[in-house]
């Protein structure tokens, strides 16, 4: 169908020039073309939902999506938050010791003995370990009369300690440190003497351990002849 259209242009002179008349009827039209068959403008509509963000399984999550209100844009947006990302980290706590005998040889009257091993650890413990030496017997033993003990229970000079000393750090965490402890005393088998602690995890390394931990004894003059014996238990605690 065609619609004929009619300008009625005036000026005070009851005339108007062709240019002017030609560009008035030109937007007329252009505002014609721009209006759709329903009356409403093509290229602005208000801003609508077009569709749901979601999670399935519940409605905890669910955004409207929109439409940006233009189709010049050419685009529509929505979010879906707090979804959660979770991993799991193991924990491990190693403890390695470089021999499963201590030979403190031929005790010489009133000079010490000494014998070292070394222990490595392996761990990511948040605030480090600790290790501990415990006597099974608490003291040396001779292996013929359990009776019979070399440590510091009797005024004669005998003493059978435990000590340590820390080797280098192996530790790659900020403010990472550990501590060892002078000789002690050891005198029963209850007592968990402390050899080492550290703070921080710490990884294996094999060409330097973490700790050096010293077995001592002296004998005197007086002490009897045989062998003489002691069994150790390390234990290794983590503070994760």
């Known amino acids: 169908m065609h619609t004929n259209i009619i300008f009625y242009i005036h000026n005070h002179n009851g005339m108007i020039k062709t240019k002017i008349k030609k560009a ?51 685009s529509a947006s929505g979010s879906v938050s707090n979804i959660i990302v ?22 010489v009257p009133n000079v010490e003995s ?4 070394g222990i490595e650890i392996w761990t990511n413990a948040t605030n480090g370990v600790s290790i501990t030496a415990r006597s099974w017997s608490g003291g040396l033993t001779n292996t013929a009369s359990g009776a019979i003990q070399i440590n510091d229970l009797d005024a004669d000079g005998e003493s059978y300690k435990f000590s340590s000393l820390t080797g280098a750090i192996d530790s790659s965490i900020t403010w990472f440190s550990s501590q060892s402890y002078a000789a002690v005393e050891v005198n029963d088998n209850a007592t ?4 080492y602690t550290s703070n921080k995890p710490e990884k294996d390394d094999a060409a330097n351990y973490d700790l050096v931990f010293t077995v001592g004894a002296t004998a005197t003059s007086e002490t009897p002849a045989w062998d003489y014996q002691d069994n150790i238990t390390f234990t290794v605690t983590g503070n994760f």
């Open 24 to 74: 008035i009827a030109l937007a007329w039209i252009t505002a014609i073309a721009a209006t759709s068959a329903l009356g409403g403008a093509l290229n602005t509509y208000a801003a609508t939902q077009i569709g749901t963000g979601s999670v399935t399984g519940t409605s905890a999550f669910d955004t409207a999506i929109l439409w940006d209100g233009t189709y010049t844009a050419n």
């Open 86 to 107: 979770t991993a799991t980290v193991l924990p491990t706590l190693n403890m390695t010791i470089s021999t499963g005998s201590i030979d403190l040889g031929t005790l």
């Open 114 to 117: 000494t014998w070292t091993v």
């Open 192 to 195: 968990e003497n402390s050899v």
